[in-house]
């Protein structure tokens, strides 16, 4: 691992218990209902929140969040609105960035172009003022999922400057040298995803899921499962099945969507969001006890 | 006889002048890999594919390639003196045909190299995504001809844009899918493209449709492309005892582009001009998020985009743009990295056109030499009508494809404006 210990408040969430990982889209379906909506996550027994910041080609995306994605990027929500976004929030649970790299990568980039050019230099910015914002929104890590491992190095750097996590995405066709090269850059918790394919909810749980959970076995950083997760009983069923956490996303964006499209208030739909966050938590303390307790009656 | 004729197949594929990304997918500080975890196997057999087949001729790939594009997709393509603009420039103007490719465009020479290569690996299913309807045509012929099931996601604008080519792939037995994201363009078409192979790798080929995209894709349209550029060099050294002066080619993602440059890069006498899509004016909206061009290489920035790090249409915070222009084909807001490169390294020179001038260079080859072209390769002959006095004595331009597909916006267009030499159809009151 890179740099696990990068941020204390990430590694707290997944010390004691299995950790409950909401998503939403930040200003989804705008500011004002959303920062209600992820402070009824918080209530409902968030541990970490992972806050979708908009890029318009979200190609790692199923329909449901590339949705929110688009009525974020509607409402006007920006890479520094979004950072305002975070530092507003009245949460307990730490916060990670989930977005694609040409937002990391062009952060600040405007000033960097004006003094480039009057230079006469390529304009060459990188992930680091990206980060740096970030950290000083109080962000803990961040998840990008279109960039690889290969590819990381700057960012990498840049998040142990401002001790941040990178948290790198483990799919069921991962294994081999790619693993091990994933493993070693990432920090906080690593994302297995439970099945191929996009982001979406689903009515089942993937028997890829326990697969991938037996391949990252011998690596020594928590392991959060997502995609498909929607239900109590499914996150009951993933941390008994040996995950740290569960990620659940879409279940909760489909939520946020039906407000939206039936102009439900605000309250209400934090109510419901609250109600199925302590569902998801519940059940993952459920499967976690009954591993607790396979494990000692062995 | 031409220094070319004499090289094995194996050679012909390891040229020199085609070496550059096929290392690691660099062009200096393009390229790369940037894409969802469960796309990165599919890219690892792929470039493992690519380095077999492609490069050190396996089973015979390369041969099996080949012979499928003579006999059917009728290459080569003729090298022809375009006599009315020789005269009108005062220089020698060839066109390089592709419009006479089978299917009608230079996009079969990428098709059909990807779905037989499809086929060597074993794969059962064939996906791709079209913006003008060329690329997921030739795909849907290339897939009939060698018996793969093949889906093609189509952006529900350009459904409606390019309703003969719908028709096209249908007839020749692939499933056409609308996608309603976004504005319904190529670049939505290419994120739903890539959502399925997330799901489907294990037994599916994405044919992507232009030097874009994640390594290998870049350097293995641009090898396949090279036909082009291939015979062209060979076809000018034969018929006018050297190489050309200038050669130019329309830009959108790059693949006819880059084809038609590959083994003129390393002579560098010869001047090679990309023409994009200057659209309605190359100022951009930035607040609307639109970009009234395509034009990537020339008023672009560098960002990362569907798996490359490349020149794009962007706005400040690195949300891409939507891009225009009056041929669909052209309408991206990105670029393939080799050509971002080698406009970095002032090998390849970027120019705009806009699409006042495009129609009337579609007009124009139209009536002058008997040739509809495409609205794409028509930006081509723009940039010919505007700055032939910049050329040399000898010029090659890439007829990238026809322009049957194009006759309804053609007129449409038309209809709009005032053109320069365009049919006065007044008369006609019932309709074509």
Redesign the interface.
């Known amino acids: 691992m890179a740099d696990a210990d990068n941020s204390e408040a990430i590694a707290a969430a997944f010390a004691d218990g299995p950790a409950f990982v909401p998503y939403l889209v930040a200003g989804d379906p705008d500011e004002s209902a959303s920062t209600a909506y992820v402070e009824a996550l918080d209530r409902g027994g968030a541990d970490v929140i992972e806050l979708g910041l908009p890029?318009?080609?979200?190609?790692?995306?199923?329909?449901t969040i590339?949705e929110a994605l688009?009525r974020s990027?509607d409402a006007g929500m920006?890479?520094d609105r979004f950072f305002a976004f975070a530092e507003g929030l009245d949460v307990d649970a730490a916060l990670v960035c989930m977005t694609?790299?040409?937002?990391v990568?062009?952060?600040g980039?405007?000033e960097a172009?004006s003094a480039s050019n009057a230079s006469g230099d390529?304009?060459?910015t990188g992930p680091r003022p990206f980060v740096e914002r970030a950290a000083a929104a109080g962000i803990e890590g961040l998840v990008v999922?279109?960039?690889?491992a290969?590819?990381a190095d700057p960012l990498r750097e840049a998040c142990d400057e401002f001790g941040l996590d990178l948290v790198?995405?483990?799919?069921?066709?991962?294994?081999g040298d790619?693993l091990d090269r994933?493993m070693a850059n990432v920090s906080g918790y690593v994302y297995v995803?439970a099945r191929?394919?996009?982001t979406g909810a689903r009515d089942d749980v993937s028997d890829q899921t326990t697969a991938s959970l037996g391949r990252l076995r011998e690596y020594d950083v928590p392991k959060a499962v997502g995609f498909g997760i929607s239900t109590g009983d499914h996150a009951e069923r993933i941390v008994a099945g040996g995950a740290d956490g569960v990620i659940v996303g879409s279940a909760l964006v489909d939520v946020v969507a039906e407000g939206a499209s039936e102009d439900l208030p605000t309250a209400e739909v934090a109510d419901r969001l609250e109600a199925l966050a302590r569902e998801l938590k519940e059940g993952a303390e459920r499967g976690y006890r009954s591993r607790t307790e396979t494990v000692e009656s062995a | 006889m031409s220094e070319t004729d004499t090289r094995t197949t194996e050679e012909t594929a390891r040229r020199p002048g085609r070496e550059r990304g096929r290392e690691d997918g660099k062009f200096g500080r393009y390229g790369g890999q940037y894409v969802p975890e469960a796309l990165m196997p599919a890219i690892s057999e792929l470039t493992d594919a690519y380095e077999r087949y492609v490069l050190d001729n396996e089973d015979g790939f390369v041969d099996e390639f080949r012979e499928r594009l003579a006999d059917f997709g009728g290459r080569p393509t003729p090298l022809q003196r375009a006599d009315r603009l020789s005269e009108r420039y005062d220089r020698d103007v060839y066109l390089k045909r592709e419009d006479l490719l089978h299917g009608g465009a230079h996009k079969l020479n990428n098709a059909l190299g990807q779905v037989l290569l499809a086929k060597y690996m074993g794969k059962e299913r064939i996906i791709a995504e079209t913006g003008a309807g060329q690329h997921g045509t030739a795909t849907a012929m290339a897939a009939a001809h060698l018996d793969m099931p093949c889906t093609v996601y189509m952006g529900e604008r350009d459904i409606n844009r390019q309703r003969p080519n719908v028709f096209r792939m249908k007839l020749n037995g692939s499933e056409v899918k609308p996608v309603t994201t976004g504005r319904g363009t190529l670049k939505e078409a290419i994120s739903e493209t890539m959502r399925d192979w997330a799901e489907t790798v294990e037994d599916t080929h994405y044919v992507i449709g232009s030097i874009v995209g994640p390594h290998p894709f870049p350097v293995m349209v641009r090898d396949f492309q090279a036909i082009i550029s291939e015979e062209a060099r060979e076809q000018a050294i034969e018929k006018t005892g050297g190489l050309p002066t200038d050669v130019v080619a329309c830009a959108g993602g790059g693949s006819n582009t880059m084809g038609t440059f590959a083994e003129f890069v390393d002579d560098e006498s010869v001047a090679l001009r990309a023409v994009e899509a200057g659209g309605s004016t190359l100022e951009v909206d930035e607040e609307a998020g639109v970009a009234p061009n395509s034009a990537s290489l020339y008023a672009g920035d560098e960002g990362v985009l569907h798996g490359a790090r490349t020149k794009l249409l962007q706005d400040s915070d690195g949300q891409i743009m939507e891009s225009h222009s009056i041929s669909s084909g052209l309408d991206y807001a990105g670029v393939g990295p080799e050509l971002a490169y080698l406009v970095d390294e002032g090998r390849v020179e970027p120019v705009a056109v806009d699409d006042d001038a495009a129609l009337e260079g579609f007009h124009r080859l139209s009536s002058t030499e008997g040739i509809i072209p495409a609205l794409e390769t028509a930006h081509a002959f723009g940039f010919l009508e505007e700055h032939h006095e910049e050329l040399g004595e000898r010029v090659v331009v890439n007829v990238s494809g026809r322009g049957d597909k194009d006759l309804d916006a053609a007129i449409e267009e038309t209809d709009k404006r005032d053109v320069d030499g365009a049919p006065d159809m007044s008369m006609f009151t019932g309709g074509i």
């Open positions: 890029f318009s080609e979200p190609i790692a995306e199923g329909s590339q688009v990027l920006t890479p694609y790299y040409n937002l990568y062009q952060y980039s405007g172009r390529a304009a060459s999922p279109d960039l690889p290969e590819e790198f995405i483990v799919a069921p066709t991962t294994r790619r994933i995803q191929l394919g996009t």
